[in-house]
C-alpha cells in the first residue's frame, strides 16, 4: 500500500509561499517524478512528505490516514538523498542494519535481509567496507538497499543522480527503473532533469514557483502541455517559441514548434532563415537557424547533414505539430 | 613548490630559522642534563661536583614526588573529564538555533580569554573564599556550612577552576565539529527511526572522535604544565595535596634554590610527559589519521 494524497497543503518560510496550495493525488504502486527548475518547491514538498519540513497548512494522508504532523519514522516512508546521508562511520552491513536494529528486529531476520538487498543490488562485496571507501554508484546503491530493506510503503528519491557522471547516470536511472518495477512500491522522485523524467516516470508533475503547472504521463505532458512552460520544459532541445497570429483564432499571441517536427526544405517553406552554428551528435544534428522575421529556432536534421554556417534555408511543420498558446502563455487546442 | 630550484631554494631560506629554533631548544635542554648530574645548590657556595644520578634518586624517592605525579595525572585527568563531557553537552546546546546565538557564543568563550592568574585570583578571592566567597554566601543562605575549597579539596578546587578556563577551548573546537556534521545523515536517521541517544551515539559522537583527540592531545600538553592557578591560591598546600610536578620543580629550584635537583626534576617531568604523548598517540592517535 503507498497511497499518498495532499489537500491544500503550502508552505511558507516567514512571509515567502514556497509551496503554494497544491493538491495531489499518488497513486499506489506509480512512479512519479516531481521535476521543475530550481527553487520550484519540488524538493521542498518531498520533504514535507517525508515530514522533515513542517506543513504550514492542508493535509497530508498516507494510506488514508492523516500524517501531517507524524514524526518522518512513523510515515512509514524511506529517502534517498542527494548527498545519499550514508553514515560514515560504519560499515556497508551496519548503515543497511541501521534502521532494522532501530525497530528492534532480531538478529536473525536483519541478516536476511541484508543479504537479500545486497543481492538485488549487487553489494555482497562490500559489505564490509566503510561509505569512504565506495564509489559515487555504489554509494547509491548502499542509500538505495538502506531504504529498500525496510520495506516502505513509498520510496523518496531527491535529486539521487545528480552527483553521479554521465554514463553512470544512464546506468542509475534504467537499475531504479527495474528495481520499481520488481518491487511496484510507490516511488516519489524529484529531478531538475526533464530526460530523467521522460524516461522513468509513469506520471510527471511539472513544478513552478510552488504550484504544480500540470501532472500527467511523458507523452500527455509532450503531446499536450497546458502551457508555454510545460511545453518549454519538457522535451530536448526546447521547443521553440515566435510570437504569431492565427488568422482563425484572435486569442493566439505566440506559437510553439518542436525541434523535432520542423522540415528543411532548400526551396519553399512557412519560414525562412540563415544555418547558425550546427552541432553534429553523429546521429543527428542541430542547427541553430536565425530566421528571418524574428527570433531563432533550433532544428533537429539527421546525421548526415551537410548544411553550413550561412546556408539559406526554409522551414516549414505538420499544423498538427504546432502548439498555440494565448497571451498568458496557456494551450489553445483548437484553433 | 615544484621546481628543483624552488624547493633547495625554500630549504635555504628556512635554514636560519630551523637552526634557530634548534639552538633554542637543545642548549636549555642540554644546560638542565648537565646540571642535572651536579651538586649545585645556590645556597652553598663553592664547587659543583658531579655527583651522577643523586639528584634523580632524591627527586624520585622524595615522597612528595609520588603524591605529585597522582596530582598531576588526576589533575590532568579530572580537567579532561570535566571539559569534554561539558565541552559536548554545551556544543550541542549553541549549535541550537536560538536568538542571540552570536553573543551567547562570545560569552561562553569569555574565560578562555582571562589569565590563569587572574582568574585563579577571582576564584579564590570573589568565589570560593570561605567567609566572604559568593559560595560560602549561598552555603549560609541555604544553612549549610560554608566549604573551605582550599583546606578541604584544594586539588579538586583547582580542577574547577582550570576546567573553567579550558572549556571554552573544548566547547569551541566541538562546536566547529558539530557545525560540520552533514545534515541529510541526521535527516535520514529520523526516517530510519533513531530517537536523540541513538542520533548523539551513532551519529554526533562518531563525527567528533577526531575534534576529541585535537582536544586531549592538545590539553595534555598545557594541564601538564599548570602552575600559575596552583601557585596563586594554594601554593601547593595543605602539604603536598595540590602539587603537581611542575610545581615540585619550582619548589625544589626556585625555594630551597637546588638548582641541580630542579634540574634533574625537570628531565623527569620531560620523560613523563613524553611517556604520556606516547601513549595517548597510541590510545587515541589513529582517529586523527585518514
Known amino acids: 500500500m503507498g497511497n499518498i494524497t495532499l489537500k491544500q497543503v503550502t508552505k511558507s518560510f516567514g512571509d515567502v509561499n514556497v509551496i503554494k496550495p497544491i493538491d495531489l493525488e499518488i497513486r499506489d504502486g506509480e512512479f512519479i517524478v516531481f521535476v521543475g527548475p530550481s527553487g520550484c518547491g519540488k524538493s521542498t514538498l518531498l520533504r514535507m512528505i517525508a515530514g522533515l519540513e513542517d506543513t504550514t497548512s492542508g493535509n497530508i494522508e498516507i494510506n488514508g490516514q492523516d500524517a501531517t504532523d507524524m514524526p518522518p519514522a512513523k510515515r512509514g516512508l524511506a529517502m534517498v538523498f542527494q548527498s545519499y546521508a550514508l553514515y560514515p562511520h560504519m560499515s556497508v552491513r551496519n548503515n543497511i542494519a541501521f534502521p532494522l536494529k532501530r525497530a528492534k528486529m532480531d538478529k536473525a531476520e536483519i541478516d536476511k535481509k541484508i543479504a537479500n538487498a545486497a543481492k538485488i543490488l549487487n553489494l555482497d562485496s562490500y559489505l564490509d567496507r566503510k561509505p569512504g571507501q565506495l564509489s559515487g554508484g555504489q554509494r547509491q546503491r548502499v542509500a538505495i538497499g538502506r531504504a529498500i530493506v525496510r520495506q516502505p510503503s513509498a520510496f523518496l528519491f531527491d535529486e539521487p543522480l545528480s552527483n553521479l557522471d554521465a554514463s553512470l547516470r544512464v546506468n542509475m536511472r534504467l537499475e531504479i527503473s527495474e528495481l520499481h518495477k520488481s518491487l511496484a512500491t510507490t516511488m516519489i522522485y524529484v529531478t531538475h532533469d526533464q530526460v530523467e523524467a521522460m524516461t522513468m516516470a509513469d506520471r510527471i508533475a511539472v513544478f513552478n514557483g510552488g504550484i504544480i503547472e500540470q501532472v500527467g504521463t511523458p507523452l500527455e505532458l509532450y503531446n499536450k502541455p497546458n502551457n508555454k512552460f510545460v511545453a518549454g520544459f519538457i522535451g530536448s532541445p526546447k521547443m521553440n517559441f515566435i510570437d504569431a497570429k492565427s488568422p482563425d483564432n484572435d486569442k493566439v499571441a505566440s506559437i510553439g514548434v518542436r525541434p523535432e517536427h520542423l522540415q528543411i526544405s532548400t526551396e519553399k517553406g512557412m519560414w525562412s532563415g540563415t544555418v547558425g552554428v550546427t552541432e553534429h551528435l553523429g546521429s543527428e544534428t542541430f542547427l541553430h537557424v536565425q530566421l528571418d522575421g524574428a527570433g531563432t529556432f533550433t532544428v533537429r536534421a539527421d546525421g548526415e547533414c551537410t548544411l553550413a554556417y550561412g546556408d539559406k534555408i526554409y522551414l516549414s511543420a505538420d499544423p498538427s505539430k504546432i502548439h498555440h498558446f494565448d497571451k498568458d502563455g496557456v494551450s489553445i487546442n483548437k484553433v | 613548490m615544484a621546481t ?74 579530572g580537567v579532561l573529564l570535566i571539559t569534554l563531557g561539558g565541552g559536548i553537552g554545551l556544543a550541542i546546546l549553541l549549535d541550537q538555533a536560538i536568538w542571540g546565538q552570536n553573543y551567547v557564543r562570545i560569552m561562553v568563550l569569555a574565560p578562555f580569554f582571562v589569565m590563569p592568574t587572574v582568574s585563579a585570583l577571582v576564584w579564590k578571592n570573589m568565589l570560593m573564599n570561605p567567609v566572604n566567597g559568593l559560595f560560602a554566601h549561598f552555603a549560609s543562605w541555604i544553612g549549610v556550612t560554608p566549604v573551605d575549597f582550599f583546606a578541604q579539596i584544594p586539588l579538586l578546587s583547582i580542577i574547577f577552576i582550570v576546567s573553567w578556563q579550558w572549556l571554552p577551548f573544548a566547547t569551541l573546537i566541538l562546536l566547529t565539529s558539530i557545525q560540520s556534521l552533514d545534515r541529510e545523515q541526521l535527516e535520514a536517521a529520523d526516517l530510519d527511526g533513531a530517537g536523540p541517544f541513538s542520533k548523539f551515539f551513532y551519529m554526533v559522537l562518531p563525527h567528533l572522535s577526531r575534534a576529541i583527540t585535537a582536544v586531549i592531545l592538545i590539553e595534555t600538553i598545557f594541564l601538564l604544565s599548570i602552575f600559575a592557578e596552583i601557585l596563586v591560591t594554594t601554593s601547593g598546600g595543605p602539604g603536598y595535596a595540590s602539587t603537581n610536578i611542575t610545581y615540585l620543580i619550582y619548589t625544589q629550584s626556585l625555594l630551597q634554590f637546588d638548582v641541580g635537583g630542579g634540574s634533574a626534576g625537570g628531565i623527569v617531568a620531560v620523560i613523563i610527559a613524553n611517556i604520556v604523548a606516547i601513549f595517548l598517540m597510541r590510545l587515541i592517535g589513529k582517529n586523527l589519521e585518514g
Open chain 2, 4 to 77: 628543483t630550484n624552488s624547493r633547495s631554494l625554500a630549504k635555504l631560506m628556512l635554514f636560519p630559522s630551523v637552526v634557530l629554533l634548534l639552538i633554542w631548544m637543545i642548549v636549555p635542554l642540554c644546560m638542565t642534563l648537565y646540571f642535572s648530574f651536579l651538586d649545585y645548590n645556590l645556597l652553598i657556595p663553592g664547587d659543583n661536583p658531579f655527583i651522577g644520578f643523586l639528584n634523580y634518586e632524591f627527586f624520585i624517592t622524595d615522597p612528595a614526588f609520588i603524591e605529585s605525579f597522582f596530582n598531576t595525572l588526576l589533575l590532568v585527568g
